[in-house]
């Protein structure tokens, strides 16, 4: 992914071997992706767009830990708009490798089985998720 580098932690903040990123960590990473969400079309950043299948993980995981709703928030628009939009094959099931606009109208012709491996994982982690929530 491409727009991955932008959230990696400062080299001087973790150092290999270190462990589990700490709670200021994890509220960095949480503060970068609230910048670069897109509150119109969901997802993070500009066209292309990528499935942010493991930044949709961290979102949920975080909304389970603290209760946060805005990460929740941003994980269901997210997931929603993918699902609605031209990344989805709506015939086969699954999606495109990423959208080539911002929208997520229309896809990359390709499909990737180790993206739609962690969209199936974080699919069944929203489906909780959201029954938790109402």
Known sequence: MACASRFAM????????????????????LL???RDYDEKHGG???APKFPPSMVIEFLLRHHARTGA???????????EAMARGGIYDQLAG?????????EWVVP???KMLYDNARGRRVSRADRSS????G
């Open 32 to 34: 970068g992706l609230a």
């Open 94 to 102: 699954g999606f495109a490798r990423y959208s080539v606009d911002r």
């Open 69 to 79: 709703q805005g990460a929740l928030d941003m994980a269901a628009h997210t997931a």
């Open 10 to 29: 400062p080299p001087s903040s973790r150092t290999a071997g270190q462990g589990t990123p700490g709670e200021d960590e994890l509220a960095q990473a």
């Open 130 to 133: 959201c029954a938790c929530s």
């Open 44 to 46: 993070f950043g500009g």
């Open 108 to 110: 990359h012709f390709e």
